[in-house]
């Protein structure tokens, strides 16, 4: 089973910066990719910025020039520095990872439990 701890949410004010960072622990083989996510109060959880291992990202257009997504290979921790924030940035932020797990050799999906990032005016 493969566990991903989240961190580096909070409370900024808009113009302001924020990290996150996902941790992934337990039986990994190896990890295709880490993404992360968010949902704003009632609506869907959509995609932010994504990373593969060899380092190839995607973003979603909103936070494009803004937020930057990395990973740390040896530490199955990604990152994602997020500057400029706006007040529509406020949302739960999930972290998912996929790959290989250690011991079944299957694939897996986990996600994080979220944190909270809010953008104050």
């Known amino acids: 089973q493969v566990q991903l701890v989240e961190s580096g949410g909070g409370l900024v004010q808009a113009g302001g910066s924020l990290r996150l960072s996902c941790a992934a622990s337990?039986?990994?083989?190896?990890?295709?990719?880490m993404a992360w996510y968010r949902q704003a109060p009632g609506k869907q959880r959509d995609l932010v910025a994504a990373?593969?291992?060899?380092?190839?990202?995607n973003y979603a257009t909103s936070v494009k020039g803004r937020f930057t997504i990395s990973n740390d290979n040896a530490k199955n921790t990604v990152y994602m520095q997020m500057n400029s924030l706006k007040p529509e940035d406020t949302a739960v932020y999930f972290c998912n990872v996929n790959g290989i797990e250690g011991k079944t050799s299957l694939f897996f999906d986990s996600w994080g439990k979220g944190t909270q990032v809010t953008v104050s005016l």
């Open positions: 990373i593969t291992r060899g380092g190839v990202t």
């Open positions: 337990g039986s990994i083989f190896s990890i295709n990719a």
